[in-house]
Protein backbone atom coordinates (compact mmCIF):
# COMPACT_ATOMS: atom_id res chain seq x y z
CA UNK A 1 0.00 0.00 0.00
CA UNK A 2 1.29 2.80 -0.88
CA UNK A 3 1.82 5.76 1.80
CA UNK A 4 -0.22 8.76 1.31
CA UNK A 5 1.72 12.16 1.88
CA UNK A 6 -0.06 14.88 3.04
CA UNK A 7 2.01 18.25 2.28
CA UNK A 8 1.67 20.87 4.55
CA UNK A 9 0.11 24.15 3.37
CA UNK A 10 2.01 27.33 3.79
CA UNK A 11 -1.06 29.33 4.60
CA UNK A 12 -1.73 27.46 7.50
CA UNK A 13 0.81 29.24 9.77
CA UNK A 14 -0.08 32.28 8.65
CA UNK A 15 -3.99 31.08 9.21
CA UNK A 16 -3.56 31.17 13.08
CA UNK A 17 -3.96 34.09 15.13
CA UNK A 18 -0.30 35.41 15.67
CA UNK A 19 -0.17 36.43 19.61
CA UNK A 20 2.04 39.42 19.07
CA UNK A 21 -0.79 40.63 17.68
CA UNK A 22 -2.50 41.71 20.51
CA UNK A 23 1.09 42.79 22.36
CA UNK A 24 1.60 45.27 19.21
CA UNK A 25 -2.33 46.79 19.57
CA UNK A 26 -1.48 47.19 23.31
CA UNK A 27 1.88 49.20 22.57
CA UNK A 28 0.68 51.29 19.91
CA UNK A 29 -2.38 52.31 21.93
CA UNK A 30 -0.09 53.31 25.61
CA UNK A 31 2.22 55.18 23.00
CA UNK A 32 -0.51 56.94 20.93
CA UNK A 33 -2.69 57.77 24.26
CA UNK A 34 1.04 58.94 26.20
CA UNK A 35 1.58 61.06 23.09
CA UNK A 36 -2.31 62.26 22.96
CA UNK A 37 -1.93 63.67 26.65
CA UNK A 38 0.22 66.01 25.48
CA UNK A 39 -1.06 66.92 22.61
CA UNK A 40 -4.84 67.85 23.74
CA UNK A 41 -6.13 64.91 21.39
CA UNK A 42 -5.04 66.10 18.23
CA UNK A 43 -3.39 64.25 15.97
CA UNK A 44 -0.09 65.70 14.68
CA UNK A 45 0.63 63.13 11.49
CA UNK A 46 -3.13 65.19 10.70
CA UNK A 47 -1.59 68.54 10.90
CA UNK A 48 1.80 67.00 9.05
CA UNK A 49 -0.15 65.66 6.36
CA UNK A 50 -2.13 69.02 5.43
CA UNK A 51 0.93 70.93 5.14
CA UNK A 52 2.52 68.36 3.07
CA UNK A 53 -0.47 67.84 0.84
CA UNK A 54 0.16 72.41 0.91
CA UNK A 55 3.47 72.37 0.47
CA UNK A 56 4.02 69.71 -2.80
CA UNK A 57 1.03 71.58 -4.70
CA UNK A 58 2.42 75.33 -3.74
CA UNK A 59 6.14 74.40 -4.94
CA UNK A 60 4.23 73.13 -7.98
CA UNK A 61 2.72 76.14 -8.52
CA UNK A 62 5.21 79.12 -9.64
CA UNK A 63 2.13 81.39 -10.58
CA UNK A 64 0.91 80.90 -6.87
CA UNK A 65 3.96 81.80 -5.82
CA UNK A 66 4.02 85.47 -7.73
CA UNK A 67 1.10 86.19 -6.95
CA UNK A 68 1.74 86.07 -2.93
CA UNK A 69 4.73 87.99 -3.66
CA UNK A 70 2.49 90.33 -5.04
CA UNK A 71 0.45 90.77 -2.02
CA UNK A 72 3.30 90.81 0.29
CA UNK A 73 4.12 94.05 -1.61
CA UNK A 74 1.37 95.24 -1.57
CA UNK A 75 0.47 95.45 1.73
CA UNK A 76 4.15 96.45 2.65
CA UNK A 77 3.14 99.76 0.65
CA UNK A 78 0.19 99.54 2.62
CA UNK A 79 1.81 99.68 5.95
CA UNK A 80 5.09 102.13 5.24
CA UNK A 81 1.80 104.53 3.94
CA UNK A 82 0.00 103.69 7.09
CA UNK A 83 3.48 104.74 9.19
CA UNK A 84 3.89 107.98 7.30
CA UNK A 85 0.11 109.21 7.98
CA UNK A 86 0.92 108.31 11.42
CA UNK A 87 3.91 109.68 12.24
CA UNK A 88 2.36 113.10 10.23
CA UNK A 89 -0.64 113.60 12.81
CA UNK A 90 1.13 112.98 16.01
CA UNK A 91 1.14 108.91 16.31
CA UNK A 92 -2.53 108.06 15.30
CA UNK A 93 -3.89 107.45 11.54
CA UNK A 94 -6.73 105.47 9.78
CA UNK A 95 -5.92 101.76 10.02
CA UNK A 96 -5.19 100.46 6.53
CA UNK A 97 -6.68 97.06 7.87
CA UNK A 98 -9.35 96.14 10.37
CA UNK A 99 -9.84 93.36 12.43
CA UNK A 100 -11.91 90.81 11.56
CA UNK A 101 -15.53 91.07 13.14
CA UNK A 102 -15.58 89.05 15.46
CA UNK A 103 -12.06 89.81 16.66
CA UNK A 104 -12.43 92.43 19.57
CA UNK A 105 -8.59 92.08 20.87
CA UNK A 106 -7.46 95.88 19.20
CA UNK A 107 -10.85 97.55 19.81
CA UNK A 108 -9.52 100.14 22.47
CA UNK A 109 -8.51 103.27 21.17
CA UNK A 110 -5.23 103.73 22.85
CA UNK A 111 -4.16 100.70 20.14
CA UNK A 112 -4.48 103.30 17.30
CA UNK A 113 -1.44 105.41 19.59
CA UNK A 114 2.17 105.01 18.38
CA UNK A 115 3.48 102.49 17.89
CA UNK A 116 0.83 99.95 18.66
CA UNK A 117 -1.02 100.81 15.85
CA UNK A 118 1.67 100.02 13.67
CA UNK A 119 2.29 96.75 15.73
CA UNK A 120 -1.39 95.97 15.38
CA UNK A 121 -1.37 96.91 11.52
CA UNK A 122 1.62 94.93 11.12
CA UNK A 123 0.04 91.78 13.02
CA UNK A 124 -2.93 91.93 10.76
CA UNK A 125 -1.12 92.36 7.41
CA UNK A 126 0.44 89.08 8.13
CA UNK A 127 -2.52 87.43 9.25
CA UNK A 128 -4.30 88.62 6.32
CA UNK A 129 -1.16 86.99 3.74
CA UNK A 130 -0.91 83.86 5.70
CA UNK A 131 -4.40 82.69 5.59
CA UNK A 132 -4.32 84.13 1.63
CA UNK A 133 -1.05 81.80 1.47
CA UNK A 134 -2.78 79.48 2.24
CA UNK A 135 -6.13 79.71 1.43
CA UNK A 136 -7.35 77.96 -2.20
CA UNK A 137 -4.70 76.70 -3.84
CA UNK A 138 -4.91 73.97 -6.67
CA UNK A 139 -5.31 70.57 -5.73
CA UNK A 140 -5.08 70.69 -1.59
CA UNK A 141 -7.78 68.72 -0.15
CA UNK A 142 -10.50 70.95 1.26
CA UNK A 143 -9.94 69.46 4.57
CA UNK A 144 -6.34 69.92 4.72
CA UNK A 145 -6.81 73.22 3.85
CA UNK A 146 -9.05 73.58 7.09
CA UNK A 147 -6.34 71.86 8.68
CA UNK A 148 -3.67 74.69 7.96
CA UNK A 149 -5.53 77.62 8.10
CA UNK A 150 -6.72 76.47 11.88
CA UNK A 151 -3.33 75.51 12.54
CA UNK A 152 -1.69 79.01 11.42
CA UNK A 153 -4.19 80.65 13.25
CA UNK A 154 -2.90 79.56 16.25
CA UNK A 155 0.05 80.01 16.06
CA UNK A 156 -0.52 83.79 15.07
CA UNK A 157 -2.91 84.17 18.17
CA UNK A 158 0.23 82.66 20.23
CA UNK A 159 2.22 85.81 18.85
CA UNK A 160 -0.48 88.30 18.60
CA UNK A 161 0.77 91.45 20.21
CA UNK A 162 -2.34 91.88 22.64
CA UNK A 163 -1.10 88.93 24.31
CA UNK A 164 2.76 90.83 25.89
CA UNK A 165 2.56 93.49 28.41
CA UNK A 166 5.06 95.40 26.33
CA UNK A 167 3.26 95.33 23.22
CA UNK A 168 -0.34 96.03 24.58
CA UNK A 169 -1.48 99.60 25.49
CA UNK A 170 -4.27 98.46 27.43
CA UNK A 171 -1.83 96.43 29.62
CA UNK A 172 0.29 99.42 30.53
CA UNK A 173 -2.05 102.07 31.24
CA UNK A 174 -3.84 99.67 33.91
CA UNK A 175 -0.25 98.86 35.18
CA UNK A 176 0.13 102.64 35.80
CA UNK A 177 -3.51 103.22 37.48
CA UNK A 178 -2.77 99.96 39.70
CA UNK A 179 0.93 100.63 40.05
CA UNK A 180 1.71 97.49 39.09
CA UNK A 181 -0.44 95.51 41.36
CA UNK A 182 -2.21 93.92 38.35
CA UNK A 183 0.47 91.87 37.68
CA UNK A 184 0.33 90.82 41.04
CA UNK A 185 -3.29 89.54 41.23
CA UNK A 186 -2.80 88.22 37.78
CA UNK A 187 0.19 85.97 39.29
CA UNK A 188 -1.99 84.59 41.77
CA UNK A 189 -5.11 83.82 39.58
CA UNK A 190 -2.28 81.94 37.61
CA UNK A 191 -1.08 80.22 40.39
CA UNK A 192 -4.79 78.96 41.21
CA UNK A 193 -5.52 78.10 38.03
CA UNK A 194 -2.34 75.80 37.66
CA UNK A 195 -2.62 74.30 41.36
CA UNK A 196 -6.50 73.38 40.00
CA UNK A 197 -5.48 72.01 36.65
CA UNK A 198 -2.90 69.73 38.72
CA UNK A 199 -5.33 68.76 40.95
CA UNK A 200 -8.16 68.31 38.15
CA UNK A 201 -10.61 70.39 40.07
CA UNK A 202 -13.26 72.40 38.37
CA UNK A 203 -13.04 75.84 37.78
CA UNK A 204 -13.59 77.66 40.34
CA UNK A 205 -17.29 79.86 40.47
CA UNK A 206 -17.06 82.14 43.49
CA UNK A 207 -19.34 80.39 44.92
CA UNK A 208 -21.88 82.31 43.34
CA UNK A 209 -23.77 79.80 41.92
CA UNK A 210 -24.66 76.15 43.47
CA UNK A 211 -27.00 73.10 41.76
CA UNK A 212 -30.02 72.90 44.23
CA UNK A 213 -29.21 76.70 45.93
CA UNK A 214 -29.97 79.30 42.98
CA UNK A 215 -29.11 76.53 39.64
CA UNK A 216 -31.76 73.48 38.88
CA UNK A 217 -34.24 74.89 41.16
CA UNK A 218 -37.76 74.45 39.19
CA UNK A 219 -39.79 72.02 41.70
CA UNK A 220 -40.14 68.42 40.43
CA UNK A 221 -39.03 64.78 42.00
CA UNK A 222 -37.20 61.87 40.55
CA UNK A 223 -39.28 59.47 39.30
CA UNK A 224 -37.14 56.95 37.99
CA UNK A 225 -33.39 56.22 38.25
CA UNK A 226 -31.62 53.20 36.48
CA UNK A 227 -27.67 53.21 35.60
CA UNK A 228 -27.66 55.68 33.25
CA UNK A 229 -30.70 58.40 33.68
CA UNK A 230 -32.76 60.25 35.99
CA UNK A 231 -35.58 60.85 35.12
CA UNK A 232 -37.08 64.56 36.84
CA UNK A 233 -40.81 65.20 36.37
CA UNK A 234 -41.51 68.78 37.63
CA UNK A 235 -44.13 70.20 39.52
CA UNK A 236 -46.99 71.99 38.00
CA UNK A 237 -47.43 75.56 38.51
CA UNK A 238 -51.33 75.63 36.89
CA UNK A 239 -54.20 74.23 37.48
CA UNK A 240 -54.90 72.39 34.15
CA UNK A 241 -52.02 71.13 31.85
CA UNK A 242 -52.10 69.87 27.76
CA UNK A 243 -52.85 66.46 27.79
CA UNK A 244 -49.35 65.28 25.99
CA UNK A 245 -46.31 65.65 28.50
CA UNK A 246 -42.82 66.92 27.14
CA UNK A 247 -39.72 64.87 27.11
CA UNK A 248 -36.06 66.76 26.97
CA UNK A 249 -33.23 64.54 26.16
CA UNK A 250 -30.14 67.36 26.94
CA UNK A 251 -26.67 66.62 25.36
CA UNK A 252 -24.23 63.65 27.91
CA UNK A 253 -21.45 65.89 26.82
CA UNK A 254 -23.07 68.86 28.80
CA UNK A 255 -25.33 68.74 32.47
CA UNK A 256 -29.36 68.70 32.04
CA UNK A 257 -29.34 72.28 33.89
CA UNK A 258 -28.24 73.79 30.85
CA UNK A 259 -31.95 74.39 30.37
CA UNK A 260 -33.03 75.21 34.32
CA UNK A 261 -30.54 77.43 35.07
CA UNK A 262 -31.28 80.46 37.65
CA UNK A 263 -35.54 81.12 37.65
CA UNK A 264 -35.67 83.67 35.06
CA UNK A 265 -33.40 81.99 32.62
CA UNK A 266 -34.97 78.50 32.80
CA UNK A 267 -36.23 76.95 29.53
CA UNK A 268 -38.00 74.14 31.63
CA UNK A 269 -39.75 76.47 34.29
CA UNK A 270 -41.47 78.68 31.52
CA UNK A 271 -42.27 75.18 29.62
CA UNK A 272 -43.75 74.43 33.03
CA UNK A 273 -45.82 77.48 33.34
CA UNK A 274 -47.31 77.97 29.88
CA UNK A 275 -49.28 74.89 31.09
CA UNK A 276 -47.02 71.73 29.98
CA UNK A 277 -45.99 68.66 31.93
CA UNK A 278 -42.12 68.81 31.83
CA UNK A 279 -39.72 65.34 32.35
CA UNK A 280 -35.93 65.86 31.76
CA UNK A 281 -33.80 63.53 31.56
CA UNK A 282 -30.24 63.77 34.02
CA UNK A 283 -27.59 61.26 32.65
CA UNK A 284 -25.35 59.75 34.67
CA UNK A 285 -21.45 61.14 34.78
CA UNK A 286 -19.77 58.32 33.39
CA UNK A 287 -16.63 56.77 35.34
CA UNK A 288 -14.07 54.17 34.17
CA UNK A 289 -16.56 51.37 34.84
CA UNK A 290 -18.93 52.46 31.80
CA UNK A 291 -16.18 52.46 29.24
CA UNK A 292 -18.04 50.00 26.86
CA UNK A 293 -21.35 51.82 27.68
CA UNK A 294 -22.49 52.38 23.82
CA UNK A 295 -24.97 54.73 21.54
CA UNK A 296 -27.72 51.77 21.69
CA UNK A 297 -27.44 51.82 26.02
CA UNK A 298 -28.03 55.39 25.32
CA UNK A 299 -30.41 54.90 23.40
CA UNK A 300 -32.08 51.92 24.59
CA UNK A 301 -31.68 52.48 28.22
CA UNK A 302 -31.99 56.63 28.28
CA UNK A 303 -34.03 57.67 25.26
CA UNK A 304 -36.67 54.69 25.35
CA UNK A 305 -36.84 54.20 28.87
CA UNK A 306 -38.18 57.54 29.71
CA UNK A 307 -40.53 57.15 27.06
CA UNK A 308 -42.33 54.38 28.80
CA UNK A 309 -41.57 56.16 32.39
CA UNK A 310 -43.72 59.14 31.03
CA UNK A 311 -46.18 57.19 29.05
CA UNK A 312 -47.31 55.17 32.54
CA UNK A 313 -46.90 58.02 34.61
CA UNK A 314 -48.93 60.38 32.71
CA UNK A 315 -51.36 57.90 31.03
CA UNK A 316 -50.72 60.04 27.39
CA UNK A 317 -50.87 58.79 23.98
CA UNK A 318 -48.25 60.88 22.79
CA UNK A 319 -45.94 62.95 24.02
CA UNK A 320 -43.77 66.21 22.88
CA UNK A 321 -40.21 65.24 22.86
CA UNK A 322 -37.10 67.78 22.91
CA UNK A 323 -33.38 66.87 22.09
CA UNK A 324 -30.88 69.24 22.40
CA UNK A 325 -26.98 69.23 20.92
CA UNK A 326 -26.41 65.39 21.05
CA UNK A 327 -29.58 64.54 22.58
CA UNK A 328 -31.18 65.57 19.79
CA UNK A 329 -29.18 63.89 17.32
CA UNK A 330 -29.76 60.46 19.49
CA UNK A 331 -33.84 61.69 19.56
CA UNK A 332 -33.50 61.73 15.98
CA UNK A 333 -32.06 57.96 16.06
CA UNK A 334 -35.10 57.01 18.30
CA UNK A 335 -37.35 58.61 16.87
CA UNK A 336 -36.54 57.04 13.27
CA UNK A 337 -36.58 53.20 15.20
CA UNK A 338 -39.94 53.89 16.25
CA UNK A 339 -41.17 54.84 13.13
CA UNK A 340 -40.08 52.16 11.78
CA UNK A 341 -41.50 49.94 14.73
CA UNK A 342 -44.67 51.37 14.56
CA UNK A 343 -44.91 52.90 17.94
CA UNK A 344 -46.23 56.03 17.48
CA UNK A 345 -46.21 57.67 20.89
CA UNK A 346 -44.18 60.67 19.60
CA UNK A 347 -46.68 64.01 18.60
CA UNK A 348 -44.08 66.41 17.92
CA UNK A 349 -40.19 66.11 17.97
CA UNK A 350 -37.86 69.38 18.93
CA UNK A 351 -34.42 69.48 17.50
CA UNK A 352 -32.48 72.09 19.61
CA UNK A 353 -28.88 72.75 17.50
CA UNK A 354 -29.05 69.34 16.84
CA UNK A 355 -27.18 67.88 13.48
CA UNK A 356 -28.48 64.83 11.37
CA UNK A 357 -26.28 65.39 8.49
CA UNK A 358 -22.73 65.55 9.22
CA UNK A 359 -21.59 66.56 5.59
CA UNK A 360 -20.79 70.04 7.01
CA UNK A 361 -20.27 70.22 10.80
CA UNK A 362 -18.18 73.15 11.01
CA UNK A 363 -14.70 73.79 12.35
CA UNK A 364 -15.30 70.96 14.80
CA UNK A 365 -14.57 68.61 11.61
CA UNK A 366 -11.10 69.83 12.28
CA UNK A 367 -10.99 67.55 14.62
CA UNK A 368 -12.82 64.43 13.38
CA UNK A 369 -10.70 62.58 10.74
CA UNK A 370 -9.09 58.61 10.53
CA UNK A 371 -6.29 59.77 12.03
CA UNK A 372 -8.00 62.20 14.96
CA UNK A 373 -10.60 59.48 16.18
CA UNK A 374 -7.56 56.65 16.58
CA UNK A 375 -6.29 59.44 18.56
CA UNK A 376 -8.89 59.76 20.76
CA UNK A 377 -9.79 56.30 20.97
CA UNK A 378 -6.35 55.92 22.33
CA UNK A 379 -6.76 58.65 24.91
CA UNK A 380 -10.01 57.09 26.28
CA UNK A 381 -9.13 53.26 25.99
CA UNK A 382 -6.33 54.25 28.62
CA UNK A 383 -8.60 55.82 31.35
CA UNK A 384 -12.83 54.42 29.91
CA UNK A 385 -13.81 57.83 29.14
CA UNK A 386 -13.15 61.17 27.47
CA UNK A 387 -12.70 64.17 30.11
CA UNK A 388 -14.65 67.46 29.68
CA UNK A 389 -10.95 69.33 29.82
CA UNK A 390 -9.99 67.22 26.82
CA UNK A 391 -13.65 68.31 25.00
CA UNK A 392 -13.04 72.20 25.79
CA UNK A 393 -9.81 72.04 24.73
CA UNK A 394 -10.90 71.21 21.27
CA UNK A 395 -13.83 74.01 21.58
CA UNK A 396 -11.51 76.76 22.95
CA UNK A 397 -9.30 76.70 20.24
CA UNK A 398 -12.25 77.12 17.26
CA UNK A 399 -12.08 80.66 18.96
CA UNK A 400 -8.60 81.55 20.64
CA UNK A 401 -8.32 84.43 20.28
CA UNK A 402 -11.70 85.23 22.59
CA UNK A 403 -11.68 82.00 24.45
CA UNK A 404 -8.22 81.02 25.36
CA UNK A 405 -5.58 84.42 25.03
CA UNK A 406 -7.97 87.56 25.47
CA UNK A 407 -9.39 85.64 28.54
CA UNK A 408 -5.82 84.83 29.69
CA UNK A 409 -4.97 88.86 28.67
CA UNK A 410 -8.07 90.23 31.19
CA UNK A 411 -6.91 87.40 34.09
CA UNK A 412 -3.10 87.11 34.26
CA UNK A 413 -2.07 90.87 32.76
CA UNK A 414 -5.11 92.90 33.94
CA UNK A 415 -5.49 90.62 37.21
CA UNK A 416 -9.65 90.47 36.87
CA UNK A 417 -11.85 87.83 36.92
CA UNK A 418 -14.91 88.31 34.65
CA UNK A 419 -17.77 88.15 36.44
CA UNK A 420 -19.60 85.07 36.73
CA UNK A 421 -23.17 84.21 35.41
CA UNK A 422 -25.27 81.28 35.83
CA UNK A 423 -24.43 79.99 31.84
CA UNK A 424 -20.37 80.41 32.73
CA UNK A 425 -21.23 78.62 35.65
CA UNK A 426 -22.92 75.53 34.03
CA UNK A 427 -19.93 75.38 31.27
CA UNK A 428 -17.44 75.08 34.70
CA UNK A 429 -19.53 71.76 35.99
CA UNK A 430 -17.95 69.52 32.92
CA UNK A 431 -18.82 65.89 32.08
CA UNK A 432 -17.18 62.48 30.64
CA UNK A 433 -18.10 60.63 27.39
CA UNK A 434 -18.07 56.59 27.27
CA UNK A 435 -15.24 55.41 25.75
CA UNK A 436 -17.38 53.46 23.42
CA UNK A 437 -20.23 55.65 22.66
CA UNK A 438 -17.81 58.56 21.88
CA UNK A 439 -15.93 56.65 19.83
CA UNK A 440 -19.04 55.19 18.43
CA UNK A 441 -20.66 58.48 17.69
CA UNK A 442 -17.44 59.98 16.22
CA UNK A 443 -16.88 57.31 13.57
CA UNK A 444 -20.71 56.25 12.76
CA UNK A 445 -22.35 59.76 13.05
CA UNK A 446 -19.39 62.27 12.17
CA UNK A 447 -16.97 59.60 9.70
CA UNK A 448 -19.57 57.33 7.83
CA UNK A 449 -22.61 60.20 8.15
CA UNK A 450 -24.22 57.08 8.70
CA UNK A 451 -28.31 58.41 10.06
CA UNK A 452 -28.25 60.57 7.02
CA UNK A 453 -27.38 57.42 4.00
CA UNK A 454 -29.56 55.56 6.46
CA UNK A 455 -26.97 52.81 7.25
CA UNK A 456 -27.31 53.61 11.03
CA UNK A 457 -28.29 50.46 12.75
CA UNK A 458 -30.91 50.82 15.93
CA UNK A 459 -32.62 48.45 17.80
CA UNK A 460 -31.40 45.31 15.50
CA UNK A 461 -32.37 47.19 11.91
CA UNK A 462 -31.16 50.31 9.94
CA UNK A 463 -33.19 53.54 10.80
CA UNK A 464 -34.19 56.12 7.76
CA UNK A 465 -35.32 59.81 8.82
CA UNK A 466 -38.21 59.88 5.85
CA UNK A 467 -40.01 57.25 8.48
CA UNK A 468 -40.36 60.12 10.89
CA UNK A 469 -43.55 62.01 10.21
CA UNK A 470 -43.87 63.08 13.43
CA UNK A 471 -44.02 67.51 12.50
CA UNK A 472 -40.71 69.04 13.39
CA UNK A 473 -39.65 72.34 15.03
CA UNK A 474 -35.66 72.76 14.68
CA UNK A 475 -33.51 75.22 15.62
CA UNK A 476 -30.14 76.70 14.85
CA UNK A 477 -28.46 79.29 16.18
CA UNK A 478 -26.27 82.12 13.76
CA UNK A 479 -23.15 81.96 15.61
CA UNK A 480 -22.62 78.40 16.50
CA UNK A 481 -19.15 76.43 16.13
CA UNK A 482 -20.31 73.48 17.34
CA UNK A 483 -23.70 72.85 15.38
CA UNK A 484 -23.44 75.17 12.16
CA UNK A 485 -27.27 76.44 11.78
CA UNK A 486 -26.42 74.95 7.99
CA UNK A 487 -25.81 71.97 9.27
CA UNK A 488 -28.91 71.58 11.50
CA UNK A 489 -30.98 72.50 8.05
CA UNK A 490 -30.13 70.00 6.36
CA UNK A 491 -33.05 67.61 8.31
CA UNK A 492 -35.04 69.31 5.45
CA UNK A 493 -33.18 67.22 2.69
CA UNK A 494 -33.89 64.29 5.25
CA UNK A 495 -37.35 63.91 5.61
CA UNK A 496 -40.65 65.28 4.11
CA UNK A 497 -42.67 65.73 6.62
CA UNK A 498 -43.68 69.10 8.23
CA UNK A 499 -40.94 71.45 9.37
CA UNK A 500 -40.78 74.96 11.03
CA UNK A 501 -36.99 75.87 10.87
CA UNK A 502 -36.09 78.72 13.17
CA UNK A 503 -32.88 80.49 13.20
CA UNK A 504 -31.99 82.69 16.22
CA UNK A 505 -29.20 84.72 16.90
CA UNK A 506 -26.05 84.10 18.96
CA UNK A 507 -24.50 80.71 19.61
CA UNK A 508 -24.87 77.58 20.36
CA UNK A 509 -25.37 77.86 23.96
CA UNK A 510 -26.44 81.57 24.34
CA UNK A 511 -28.95 80.92 21.10
CA UNK A 512 -30.83 78.17 23.06
CA UNK A 513 -30.88 79.97 26.24
CA UNK A 514 -32.96 82.86 24.94
CA UNK A 515 -35.59 83.51 27.54
CA UNK A 516 -38.04 86.59 26.71
CA UNK A 517 -37.74 90.00 28.22
CA UNK A 518 -33.68 89.82 27.27
CA UNK A 519 -32.18 92.40 25.26
CA UNK A 520 -30.73 91.99 21.76
CA UNK A 521 -33.03 89.06 20.84
CA UNK A 522 -34.24 87.79 17.47
CA UNK A 523 -35.11 85.06 15.67
CA UNK A 524 -36.40 84.33 12.05
CA UNK A 525 -38.86 81.35 11.30
CA UNK A 526 -40.55 79.30 8.21
CA UNK A 527 -42.63 76.77 8.13
CA UNK A 528 -42.12 74.16 5.16
CA UNK A 529 -45.56 71.95 5.12
CA UNK A 530 -45.70 68.27 4.75
CA UNK A 531 -44.29 67.26 0.76
CA UNK A 532 -43.54 70.10 0.09
CA UNK A 533 -40.34 71.28 -1.91
CA UNK A 534 -38.05 72.83 0.60
CA UNK A 535 -35.47 75.70 -0.24
CA UNK A 536 -31.42 75.89 0.13
CA UNK A 537 -30.26 77.45 3.20
CA UNK A 538 -29.66 80.51 1.57
CA UNK A 539 -32.97 80.81 -0.04
CA UNK A 540 -34.29 80.20 3.73
CA UNK A 541 -32.38 82.82 4.76
CA UNK A 542 -33.69 85.04 2.05
CA UNK A 543 -37.24 84.86 2.84
CA UNK A 544 -37.73 84.01 6.01
CA UNK A 545 -39.37 86.28 8.42
CA UNK A 546 -37.14 87.74 11.43
CA UNK A 547 -39.23 88.38 14.70
CA UNK A 548 -37.58 90.43 17.67
CA UNK A 549 -38.06 88.17 21.09
CA UNK A 550 -37.07 85.03 21.79
CA UNK A 551 -37.46 82.25 20.08
CA UNK A 552 -39.46 80.37 22.92
CA UNK A 553 -42.83 82.33 22.86
CA UNK A 554 -43.05 81.08 18.99
CA UNK A 555 -42.04 77.04 20.35
CA UNK A 556 -44.83 77.18 23.07
CA UNK A 557 -47.46 78.18 20.43
CA UNK A 558 -46.64 75.81 18.41
CA UNK A 559 -46.25 73.09 20.78
CA UNK A 560 -49.92 74.52 21.94
CA UNK A 561 -51.37 74.40 18.00
CA UNK A 562 -50.17 70.50 18.44
CA UNK A 563 -51.32 69.70 21.59
CA UNK A 564 -55.34 68.14 22.44
CA UNK A 565 -57.50 69.75 24.84
CA UNK A 566 -56.05 70.46 28.72
CA UNK A 567 -56.18 67.61 31.70
CA UNK A 568 -56.14 67.80 35.50
CA UNK A 569 -52.58 68.92 36.49
CA UNK A 570 -50.20 66.17 37.35
CA UNK A 571 -48.30 65.96 40.72
CA UNK A 572 -45.04 64.02 39.83
CA UNK A 573 -44.57 60.18 40.35
CA UNK A 574 -47.10 57.14 40.12
CA UNK A 575 -46.65 54.67 42.74
CA UNK A 576 -49.75 52.34 41.50
CA UNK A 577 -47.94 52.24 37.88
CA UNK A 578 -44.66 51.69 39.45
CA UNK A 579 -42.89 54.87 39.43
CA UNK A 580 -43.35 55.99 43.13
CA UNK A 581 -40.98 59.33 43.84
CA UNK A 582 -37.85 58.83 44.45
CA UNK A 583 -36.65 62.04 45.52
CA UNK A 584 -36.00 66.26 45.26
CA UNK A 585 -35.00 67.49 41.62
CA UNK A 586 -32.48 67.97 40.49
CA UNK A 587 -31.31 64.45 41.88
CA UNK A 588 -28.07 63.19 42.85
CA UNK A 589 -26.56 62.29 39.18
CA UNK A 590 -26.11 65.69 38.35
CA UNK A 591 -24.21 66.25 41.74
CA UNK A 592 -21.61 63.42 40.24
CA UNK A 593 -17.82 65.13 39.64
Known amino acids: MATQITARRPCDEEAAPDPMEGVADLLDRVAGSSLAQWTMGIAPESLAAAYADWAVHFVRSPGRSLLLGAKGVRKAQRLSDYATRALGSGGRAERCIAPLPHDHRFDDPAWDTWPFGLWQQTFLLTQQWIDAAVRDCPGVAPHHEAILRFGLRQMLDLISPANFPATNPVVQQHMVETGGKCLFDGAKLWAEDWQRQVRREPPDTGGDFEVGRNLAVT ?277 DGEVRFVLTNRGHNAGIVSAPGGKHRHYRVLDRPQDENHHDADAWLAIAAQHEGSWWTDWAEWLLAHSGQSVPAREPGNAKAGYPVLGDAPGRYVLER
Open 219 to 495: PGKVVFRNELIELIQYSPTTERVRAEPILIVPAWIMKYYILDLSPENSLIRYLVDQGFTVFAISWRNPGPEMRDTGMEDYRRDGVMRALDAVSAITGAESIHACGYCLGGTLLSIAAAAMARDGDTRLSTVTLLAAQTDFTEPGEIGLFIDDAQVRYLENLMWQQGYLDSRQMGGAFEMLRSADLIWSRAVQEYLMGERAPMNDLMAWNADGTRMPYAMHSQYLRRLFLDNALARERYVAGGGTVAMTDVTAPLYVVGTETDHVAPWRSVWKIHSLT
